[in-house]
């Protein structure tokens, strides 16, 4: 099974702040890696896919970068909704598999 | 609009079986791959299952192998997950997601295994 090592997994941001996550994958798995954002009580929602990709309707301050084993997603200036748990998702070979997850707090 | 809604959940003894089912609108259901995750209380997100659009390939977590049975009905737009033998550790909320890249997720129903 591929591993995804996410880092960090928790961390404190303020409002405007630029935030970055990163996955590694234990093997080359292309581009075929999604980033979900999940709040409380609710359903992970896509971010970005194929890595990079902006899934429609996500604000632009989100954005995706890697191939191959090192992944990052970057929110440029962090608003108040962005307060979350994100998660990597691999699906280059089965069985797929997340990241641990980074939580997002407010500093 | 996509829509993917999960039900069956509920409160089940160790050992019993439940059948969890997912209702798909919105799209052409016999056109994608399907998928069950789960995610435990406080814990991440754990891939369960997976179907193929035409049920030609199937596959499972090894943490259920054996116990569980994935299975879709195209003609009904549902997705079904049959769920035997079941453990404490099962207690989880159970999404089903659209397609291999997992682009639209149900909102969950929780099945707790507990006597």
């Known amino acids: 099974d591929i591993q995804m090592t996410q880092s960090p997994s928790s961390l404190s941001a303020s409002v405007g702040d630029r935030v970055t996550i990163t996955c590694r994958a234990s093997q080359g798995i292309r581009n075929d890696l999604g980033w979900y954002q999940q709040k409380p009580g609710k359903a992970p929602k896509r971010l970005i896919y194929?890595?990079?990709s902006l899934q429609s309707g996500v604000p632009s301050r989100f954005s995706g970068s890697g191939s191959g084993t090192e992944f990052t997603l970057t929110i440029s200036s962090l608003q108040p909704e962005d307060f979350a748990t994100y998660y990597c998702l691999q699906h280059n070979s089965y069985p797929p598999t997340f990241g641990g997850g980074t939580k997002v707090e407010i500093k | 609009e996509v829509q993917l809604v999960e039900s069956g959940g509920g409160l089940v003894q160790p050992g019993r079986s439940l059948r969890l089912s997912c209702a798909a609108s919105g799209f052409t259901f016999d056109d994608y791959a399907m998928h069950w995750v789960r995610q435990a209380p406080g814990k991440g997100l754990e891939w369960v299952s997976g179907?193929?659009?035409?049920?030609?390939?199937?596959g499972y977590a090894d943490s259920v192998k054996g116990r569980f049975t994935i299975s879709r009905d195209n003609a009904k737009n549902s997705l079904y997950l049959q769920m035997n033998s079941l453990r404490a550790e099962d207690t989880a909320l159970y999404y089903c997601?659209?397609?291999?890249?997992?682009?639209?997720w149900g909102q969950g129903t929780l099945v707790t295994v507990s006597s």
């Open positions: 194929a890595a990079s």
């Open positions: 179907i193929s659009w035409n049920s030609g390939s199937i």
């Open positions: 997601a659209k397609e291999d890249d997992f682009d639209y």
